[in-house]
């Protein structure tokens, strides 16, 4: 599977698991009931989604021009790092306005998050690859025999 059906099911997939995490997390942490913290955790899994597609086309751009295209650990972890870091600052006062909460508090909450969904981030993709194969902008060019 490439292109768009891959992005989208890649990312409705890597939100999926989200929401279940985040929903009791935050009904735990804010004490907030679940229909709070669930409503909560699908706004931050829609705007995720959003810089989920937009971000990992950017990545693929920059991936097909490397000299090497092979997804080793190294370059999981910078799109972990990229992904996860981007949305951390994104969603800080989005998670701020919501629980009202300062930002401080809501960067300090933002980061938990954000040690959680890194390793998540990592060990998804991983799978997602070893299941669908990783994109095309991270296969050898096979006309070149790279």
């Known amino acids: 599977m490439q292109g768009t059906p891959r ?17 009791p997390a935050l009904a735990l942490t804010y004490e907030q009931g679940m229909g709070y913290s669930t409503l909560l955790s699908l706004v931050i899994s829609a705007v ?8 990992n086309g950017l990545f693929e751009w920059w991936e097909r021009r490397q000299p090497s295209r092979h997804r080793n650990w190294q ?6 790092l990229g992904f996860e870091g981007g949305l951390t600052l994104i969603l800080t006062p ?11 508090l809501a960067l300090v909450s933002n980061l938990g998050l954000f040690v959680f969904f890194f390793f998540y981030a990592l060990v998804f993709q991983w ?8 994109p095309l902008s991270a296969q050898a060019d096979q006309t070149l025999g790279v």
């Open 75 to 80: 370059r999981r972890l910078l799109h972990s």
């Open 127 to 134: 799978g997602f690859d070893r299941v669908f194969d990783v």
């Open 7 to 23: 992005k989208i099911l890649q990312a409705i997939l890597y939100e999926a698991g989200g929401v279940l995490f985040v929903a």
């Open 48 to 55: 995720a989604l959003a810089w989920n597609m937009l971000f």
């Open 94 to 104: 989005v998670i701020g306005a919501w629980l009202g909460i300062s930002l401080w």
